[in-house]
């Protein structure tokens, strides 16, 4: 495999499709069990990869150097290997970054709530952060050093005004699942979904019936792709490109 995309269960993935309409080059779908992963990392046989689920902050003890995005977010979803070094990225970053810009989310000041724990929670944290987030809570099924239970924030943070959900729920094929229920948070004025397939989340769903901004994750998803695609080919691309894969796939993926 030259180019392509590990992580444990990709079924559900259009990766390759966005790939291969950004760039001249075969992208394989590979996914790995746990006892799989170590030997790929190992062999090392390959160009450029994605990494999703559950392997983002597996692969770096693997890699010989991170970039400052990918070391302050503790996660890497891009690796490119120049001459049997591998270097790690994280491209889910300006990925949902520029998702929130494009449907005018703003952030600065308020409090947000993200839910999962995980690689990607980690990117949207970051991303966050940079958009001067007045308050981050991190949320997850079990509370950590960096999360705290749902039922605390049912608690506490019910006047959050923007939530993300960075956790698998509500991922096809559990489509009816949602993380939350949304008439909790009164004051919530936006809803931003990493998830993409469903193309619209029960969670989304329900942000758009209530009259809250809903956004699911398919921008993200090929505006990550574009930013990784720079990496791997170590090119600059056109932005423009990220709407018209997104108005691409949108369409195929809703009429299929």
Do not use: W
């Not at 992963?37 to 190992?42: G, L, N, V």
């Amino acid at each position: 495999m030259d180019y392509g995309l590990i992580g444990e269960k990709l079924g559900h993935s259009y990766s390759k499709d966005i790939h291969e309409m950004l760039a001249d080059y075969t992208y394989d779908i590979c996914p790995l069990t746990r006892e799989e992963f170590k030997p790929f990392m190992e062999k090392r046989a390959f160009k450029a990869i994605n990494v999703t689920i559950p392997y983002k902050q597996e692969v770096i003890p693997y890699l010989d150097e991170m970039d400052e995005n990918a070391k302050a977010i503790g996660a890497v979803n891009t690796i490119v290997n120049r001459d049997g070094k591998l270097y790690g990225y994280n491209t889910d970053l300006p990925g949902f970054y520029y998702m929130l810009k494009k449907h005018n989310i703003d952030i600065a000041g308020k409090k947000c709530v993200v839910l999962g724990d995980g690689g990607a929670s980690k990117a949207v944290v970051a991303a966050l952060k940079k958009m001067e987030a007045k308050q981050i809570v991190i949320v997850d099924i079990i509370k950590t050093k960096s999360a705290i239970t749902y039922e605390e924030c049912f608690e506490k943070h019910t006047d959050a005004e923007f939530i993300a959900n960075t956790s698998p729920v509500g991922m096809f094929p559990k489509c009816d699942a949602s993380p939350v229920d949304l008439t909790k948070f009164p004051k919530c004025k936006a809803v931003a979904d990493v998830i993409y397939n469903p193309l619209e989340t029960k969670l989304v769903a329900q942000a758009k019936a209530l009259g809250m901004t809903g956004v699911n994750g398919l921008e993200m998803l090929v505006a990550q792709a574009l930013y990784a695609v720079e990496f791997f080919l170590d090119s600059t691309l056109d932005e423009q490109k990220i709407d018209e894969i997104f108005q691409i796939i949108y369409n195929e993926k809703k009429n299929a």
